[in-house]
Structure formats: C-alpha cells, structure tokens
C-alpha cells in the first residue's frame, strides 16, 4: 500500500464520524424547530376549545304584553324597544323563588347572558303572535357558565377550577343542570357575529370579513402593477445605471419595517386625499406597498426560469417582443407568479402595525358590506381581545389565532395546487 | 386576461370612491381606558336603534384628542374618550382649527389597584411607601434635605412594618395611560407628604417633577407590557411580586388576585366610588357639537351613554368595573350633556 492510501484510510473513521455527527446536528436542528411548532400549535389549539362550545339555558319566559311594556297590538318598534331583560329576569326569580336578597338576585340574574334580551327580541320579532304567552325557549348563557360547564362534569365540586362563580351560582346551575335546562353545544355565534365586549356574543365575522376586503384590494392593487414592474424590468429595460438604481430600491423596500407603510397611508392616503379612517380600501392599498416589492422580486424570478428557447423559438417564427411576453414568457411564469403573489398576501394577511396608523386597529360589530365600511383584521382582532378583561376572552383569543392560521394554509395550498397544477418542467 | 384585470381593478376602486361623502356611523377615538366602557354602550346602541354601531378606536387620550382637533368634516371623529381632562393646549389647538363647540362628559372613574397573588399575604401600604420603594431617587434615609439614588432593596427597608419581601413590581410601560395616572396619583402623592419636595413645586417645578414621576430602573419595577392580563398571570405565577393595573382586571381577577390595602382602603367598588381610594382617575368623553346633524346617531349614542341602564350605579358599565359618579354629579352631568352646553375653559 502507497502511502498516500494509508493515510486516507488512517483519517476515514473520523471523516466517517464527522459526517454522522452533522447529520445528527441536522436532525437535532429539525426536531427542536418542529417541538416548538407543536408546542405552539398544540397550546393554542388546546386553549381554543371552550371557546367553540356555547352553552344554553333554557328557562320559561312569560311574554305579557304588560309586562314587555308593548301595547295589544304592538308595531315593529314598540317591539324592537321592549323590555326583555325585565321578562327574562322575572323567568330567572320564577325558576328560583327562593332568592330574595338583592344580591343574591343579581347573582342570579348574571346566569343568562346580556345577549339573551337580543335573542328574545329576534324571538318575537320573527313572530310577534306569540305575545301574550308563555313560550320555553333556550337562551345563551354567560361566559362564566359555559367556562365552567366546558371545563368540570359536576359544578358543585369544581377542585380548583379557577372561576368567579359563588358557591350559590353553582349550585343554581347544578338544579337546572338536573332538570336538563342546560345544554351545550357548537359555538355557531362564534363564526356568524362581529366583535362584542361580551365574551359569549363576540364573533370573527366581522374581522374574517374585514381580512377578506383587505386582501382583495391587495390583490387588486399590487398584483397588475407589480407583474407589470416585473415584466418591463425583466424583458424590455436596458441594462443600464437607471435600472441597477431601481433593482436596489426594490429589495430595499422589501425590507422596510412595516410601521412606515402605516405612517405613509396616514400622510398620503387619508391627511391628502382624505380617504376614510378605518375602510378595507387604505388598509389595503397600504399593504399592497408592503407586498409590491415581494410581488416584483418572486415574478422576476419565475420570468427569469422560463428557457431562453422559448423566447428564441417564439422571435423564430416572427413574434413581436411584446408577443413573444404575453403569448409566451408570461403565461409559462404565471404558477410562479401566483405562487409569489399569494405568499406576499399571506404576509400582508398577518400584518398590524400598518393597520394600526389608519384606524382598523377598532372595535368592529357590523359585518364590513363593502371596502369603504369601517372594518378591522383577523391579528387585529387577536390582539384587541387578548387585551380585555374578560376571561373568556383568552379562549377567544386562541380561537382567532386558529381561525387566522386556518386562513393562513388555506391560501398556502391555494399557492401549492396552482404551482403543482400549472408547473412545467423543462 | 391582463386588461380585464387591469380595468376591473380600476373599476373596483372607482366605485369603491363614490360613497366617500358621507359617514352614516358614529366615529370613536381615545383613551384605551374608557375603550372596555365605550365599547358596551356602542354595542347595545347598535343592537337597539336603527342606527349603525359606532367604530371605536383605542388610541390612547392623547393621540384621540390630536385626530378630535384636528378639524371639522366626516374624516374627522365624532368623539373622543380620555382618561383625564382635556388640556387648555389641546383645547386651544380644537378652537384654532374650527372645533369651536365641544360638550364635555364626566362619565365616572377607573381604580389603579396595586395587588398581588391570593396565595401570599396582603399588604397595607401608603402611597409614601410606593413612591419610596419605586422612585429612581429619594430622600436620603440618614435624613436632611438631599435625594440620593434609591438604596431601598425589601420593603422592609421602606417601612419596617411591612414584610421582609425584595421589592418587586410588574406594571405598565411608559407608554401607557395607567402608568401615566400612577405616577401622578400615587408617586406624587407619596412625594409631596416630604416638606422640601412640596416646596419645591413652587419653586422649581421641573425638578419636582422630575423627582415625584421618574420611577427607578435598576429592575425592582419592571416593565411588563401594554397588557394587563399578562401582569394578572404573572403575578399568580410569583407570589411575591406586586402588579398595577386597571380596576376592571383586578374585578375579573378577584379568585386570582387580592388587591393591596392604600391608606385603610382597599380598591374595590364602594372605595373608588367614595373617593376613599386613593388612586383613582376621572373618565371623560368630549362630543363634536358641530358634527350633531351631520353625523346620524350622536344625540341617542349621549342619551344611551347617559342613561341610568349604562352609567347608573347598577348600571351595565358598572358590571364592566366601571366606578359610577355620585347621584348628584350625576344628574347635574347629564343635564349639562343632556342641553349640549359647550365647554369652555
């Protein structure tokens, strides 16, 4: 044996051990990335869950054209104005007659959501007939109730379960639960109402709404002009001090804090052109200056990966430039494009603090009918509920951050079909 | 494909511009104290009338006043809520700019609680003993009228009554409005039981200041953050820390956390509402006077507001932590809302 070989095979065992040792790095890397991603996911999904339960009282309301404070014959408005919240606690001291002390009524009375007077309203609205009877009807109960409900079997022995229940509100539940006038089920509130100060009545419509217009006039805004930037800096522009100037402006922006896109709407869009506070349309033009340069940079690129033989073969057969871009170039780069576009929205989907210059950082409770309609966002929502009082608010909290990472892989599978569907390989 | 996109998207934003004339909701700014107050009455406004929910911002007092001054015009808030009385600058700066009629609204008051966790020992503290263990400088404890950089480490060493427990505080940054109203309740009103600190405000007012407001930076008080709810957990996760936050926290908290007894009282409902507890703040909104008639809703949005079911005393804002005004206050207040006198200062 040459030497040269003895001393390869003398310095293998470590070159072997090197190797097996960075492997082992790498797989300890993946793994402490991927616990803290379960960690995550799993903490956040686990705190959701009271939040998707609603839980529901049933009691026996006697709807008395007196003591509603409405007429024999009541309008829409004597209706609408009514007094519901006095019937519904009369229904409460009928169920426990034995509770006198003023206290102890308001105890009692704090069962049943704020909601439930809304609920009775839309009740009879739907068919003012059934004034004068009594009717048994199911009504949303407080958050304190269903986090209680949600989290023991038997309320009367709750360990140390955290909750503002007194003994005697506990025991209340425990007779109505024995009766079957307490259900719980799926929170259906919890995806068809707008924000609201009371736990069990707010909603993310509203902001998942809100989210939506903001993105459409993202898309609307910096998808045409910024293909466009795209296509003349790739095929037409000369390569010159000018362009190189622009190259570097772009990547630039690309890494500008978000905040001064805020400060910039705030100046431009509403102190000049006085736009409205608050509307989807400037949330959305001022992310799309966020995701313009995201936008130029990925379709560049997907133009720059179509073959030069296609632009030759095309020029071959005596296609104009711009023909030669728009029948060929363009269509064979769009999965990329789309894919690039999708991750800039998706970007700008997670953004607040431009939002919070403009005015969406708001409380919100009608759903936002079109883009001039004050609205907010789905991190903006998470951030205004994990910053009240309420305890439940916690549950919602992570409930929106779901609904918000559901929004999230929804449009990354939306980019993943488009580039599997579309891609061509050469 | 590409001009069809292109001139939809030009349509869009086109008709999109049209309606921009005019705002048919109530605009809210302000104070993100009154915000958890603001947002219930709009709530049920909307649910109740014909009228939309009101959009309401939380952009601290300060900020609020700015957007309410600046102008008259539907780009411009209806409202504004504040955490403390307007300022004879600002109300200078809304005349200048047009905002000449503006209704004022003394709504109730927020409680500042110092509390700790229910599983340690409730303390009895004064509002000396607050500005001595939280104070960047104080008093030199040998005595004399010289400060010197706070040496105190327990609060023992502030006030030998109290326990022999590391001074540990966890409250808002500077940033915030309640950090603002702490300071000036509670530090200051610990800084001025000192005879030459309260001589000094006549004479030098900006090293009074300085003294009374600057709390200490060496880590006793800690910075923790915008969100009150992150205070409650942390002090249930260390025992022996104190935490300072809103009143309506310390409420929904009561089975987490106890607040501390500030000279014989401790924050709750009665304490506040009698004016016993020492830190407590007023709580104001302000009304575009000018704007009633252009703006749908503000006249009902007031009579809501100052409805006995909202701001009473067992009212709905009360059950949200809000403390209700006197009765007297409260009916002359109204009345005053109620005939939109215009305030002037």
């Known amino acids: ?387 009240s009082p309420e305890r439940a608010f916690v549950a919602k909290t992570s409930a929106a951050i779901v609904v918000l990472l559901g929004f999230l892989v929804v449009m990354n599978a939306v980019a993943v079909f488009l580039r599997k569907r579309f891609e061509r390989r050469w | 494909m590409f001009n069809r996109l292109a001139s939809c998207s030009c349509a869009a934003l086109m008709l999109a511009s049209a309606p921009l004339m005019a705002r048919d909701n109530i605009s809210i700014v302000g104070s993100s104290t009154v915000f958890p107050f603001a947002t219930v009455v709009a709530e049920r406004f909307g649910k109740i009338t014909d009228f939309k929910t009101p959009t309401i911002e939380s952009t601290g007092s300060g900020g609020g006043m700015k957007l309410f001054c600046k102008g008259l015009g539907v780009d411009t808030p209806d409202v504004t809520n504040s955490s403390r009385r307007i300022k004879k600058s600002e109300f200078d700066q809304c005349q200048t700019n047009g905002v000449t009629d503006i209704v004022e609204a003394l709504i109730g008051y927020d409680g500042i609680a110092v509390a700790n966790s229910n599983k340690s020992e409730q303390l009895t503290l004064t509002r000396k003993d607050l500005f001595l263990a939280l104070a960047k400088d104080v008093p030199d404890p040998a005595g004399g009228d010289s400060t010197v950089a706070n040496p105190y480490k327990t609060w023992k060493d502030v006030n030998p009554e109290l326990p022999d427990l590391a001074i540990e505080v966890l409250g808002p940054p500077p940033t915030s409005g309640t950090r603002d109203a702490f300071v000036e309740l509670a530090m200051e009103g610990g800084c001025k039981t000192f005879d030459f600190i309260k001589a000094m405000k006549n004479s030098d007012k900006n090293a009074y200041k300085g003294l009374c407001h600057t709390i200490r930076e060496d880590g006793a008080y800690v910075e923790a953050g915008e969100n009150d709810n992150l205070i409650v957990q942390k002090l249930e996760a260390n025992p022996d820390a104190l935490g300072i936050f809103g009143f309506s926290f310390l409420e929904q908290n009561s089975d987490k956390v106890q607040s501390s007894v500030i000279e014989g009282f401790e924050a709750d409902f009665d304490a506040i509402a009698d004016g016993d507890y020492p830190i407590s703040r007023p709580l104001y909104f302000y009304v575009k006077k000018q704007h009633i008639g252009t703006v749908p809703g503000i006249k009902e949005y007031l009579d809501e507001f100052t409805s006995d079911g909202a701001w009473g005393e067992d009212g709905y804002l009360a059950d949200k932590g809000m403390i209700p005004l006197s009765d007297d206050e409260r009916s002359a207040m109204s009345a005053s809302v109620k005939g939109l006198e215009s305030l002037s200062l």
């Open chain 1, 1 to 387: 044996m040459s030497s040269t070989t003895e001393i390869v095979q003398a310095s293998l065992a470590r070159r072997y051990k090197a190797e097996s040792r960075f492997r082992l790095y790498g797989i300890v890397a993946i793994s402490i990335s991927l616990s803290f991603l379960a960690f995550l996911l799993i903490s956040i999904t686990y705190k959701s869950i009271p939040a998707f339960y609603e839980t529901q009282v049933q009691l026996t309301v006697n709807l008395d054209a007196e003591k509603l404070g409405v007429g024999a014959s009541p309008d829409i408005k004597a209706i609408k104005t009514a007094n519901y919240s006095g019937v519904i606690k009369g229904a409460l001291r009928e169920q426990f007659p034995d509770v006198k002390k003023r206290k102890a009524k308001k105890e009692l009375y704090s069962l049943v959501s704020v909601g439930a007077q809304y609920q009775l309203r839309d009740f009879i609205l739907e068919d003012p007939s059934v004034i004068g009877t009594e009717q048994t009807i199911w009504l949303i109960a407080d958050d304190e109730l269903n986090g209680l409900v949600t989290a023991v079997s038997d309320v009367t022995d709750i360990g140390d379960t955290p909750t503002r229940l007194s003994e005697q509100q506990r025991g209340w539940i425990n007779t109505l639960q024995q009766q079957d006038q307490v259900k719980t089920g799926f929170n259906y509130t919890f995806f068809s109402a707008g924000d609201s100060r009371e736990p069990e009545l707010a909603g993310i419509k509203a902001a998942l709404i809100g989210s939506a217009w903001v993105l459409l006039v993202t898309f609307l805004v910096s998808f045409p002009v910024a293909v466009a930037a795209a296509i003349y800096l790739e095929e037409f522009a000369p390569t010159n001090r000018w362009t190189d100037v622009i190259e570097v402006n772009i990547n630039n922006l690309a890494a500008v804090p978000s905040i001064v896109f805020g400060l910039l709407g705030l100046a431009v869009f509403i102190n000049f052109f006085a736009l409205p506070r608050s509307a989807p349309l400037i949330g959305g033009i001022v992310l799309s200056l966020m995701t313009l340069p995201t936008i130029i940079i990925s379709s560049r690129a997907a133009l720059k990966a179509v073959p030069p033989s296609i632009r030759e073969a095309a020029q071959g057969l005596g296609a104009s430039k711009v023909q030669v871009v728009f029948h060929h170039v363009l269509p064979l780069a769009m999965p990329g494009i789309l894919t690039g576009t999708i991750i800039g929205l998706a970007q700008a989907l997670g953004e607040t603090a431009p939002l919070l210059m403009i005015g969406m950082v708001a409380f919100i409770v009608d759903i936002p009918q079109s883009i001039v309609d004050p609205a907010t966002a789905l991190p903006v929502q998470v951030f205004l509920w994990s910053d």
